[in-house]
């Protein structure tokens, strides 16, 4: 078992790659509500949202390759992913190009699990499953494509930019149920393993 002086320290540059992103979150809402209906505007804040959730994908790699994998990192990357596309959705959803009821329904879920999976480190830290993270990249594609401005992109980028954000919102609620399912999982087995334990002591105290 690793002891406490053999854990990586939590000032490293995944998480400060982290804490650009969660720095990024009100850089790109301004950009996108202020200048909602210029070209050169919109171009640059695409490229603002690229640039931040692709250090989500940088910062992952760095920790697993260097092993600074922390906890602090395991749940900041998660709330700093979720407040950076839930500006997107807002913000999309603000200047009428992203339908209420999608942000809503992925917000929901988005902001339930992070609160269930805070809530389930008094038995283990629930990391990101592939599921998540396919989710994670496939929102960012459909964000980054409305991003760019539907309304002066050819029909078949419509088509495609709708396309992706449909399968986003599906993977966005199945992950859902899963993590909700491996929860339950979780807190069943430390439960039974509670309830062992407990009989044990009771039978050594005899």
């Not at 790659?17 to 209906?37: D, K, Y």
């Not at 990192?73 to 009428?96: E, R, Y």
């Not at 992203?98 to 929901?108: A, C, E, F, K, S």
């Not at 480190?121 to 599921?131: P, S």
């Amino acid at each position: 078992m690793a002891t406490k002086k053999d854990r990586p320290s939590n000032i490293n540059v995944p998480n400060a790659l982290t804490l650009l992103r969660v720095i990024a979150v009100p850089v790109f809402g301004w950009m996108l509500l202020a200048h909602a209906r210029e070209g050169g505007w919109r171009t640059a804040t695409t490229i603002v949202f690229m640039v931040a959730i692709l250090t989500d994908f940088v910062d992952g790699k760095i920790a697993r390759k260097y092993n600074l994998v922390t906890d602090f990192g395991k749940i900041g990357d998660s709330i700093a992913d979720k407040a950076l596309t839930g500006m997107a959705f807002i913000g999309l959803s603000i200047i009428s190009e992203l339908p209420w009821w999608i942000t809503i329904i992925i917000l929901l879920r988005e902001w339930g699990i992070t609160v269930m999976r805070m809530k389930m480190l008094k038995y283990e830290v629930m990391a990101a499953n592939r599921g998540g993270k396919l989710k994670t990249a496939t929102q960012s594609l459909a964000i980054t494509l409305f991003c760019l401005g539907l309304w002066r992109t050819p029909t078949f980028v419509v088509a495609i930019a709708w396309a992706v954000m449909i399968i986003a919102f599906t993977l966005t609620v199945v992950t859902g149920l899963v993590y909700i399912r491996d929860a339950i999982q979780i807190r069943n087995r430390a439960t039974t393993a509670g309830a062992t334990a407990a009989k044990f002591r009771k039978r050594t105290l005899k």
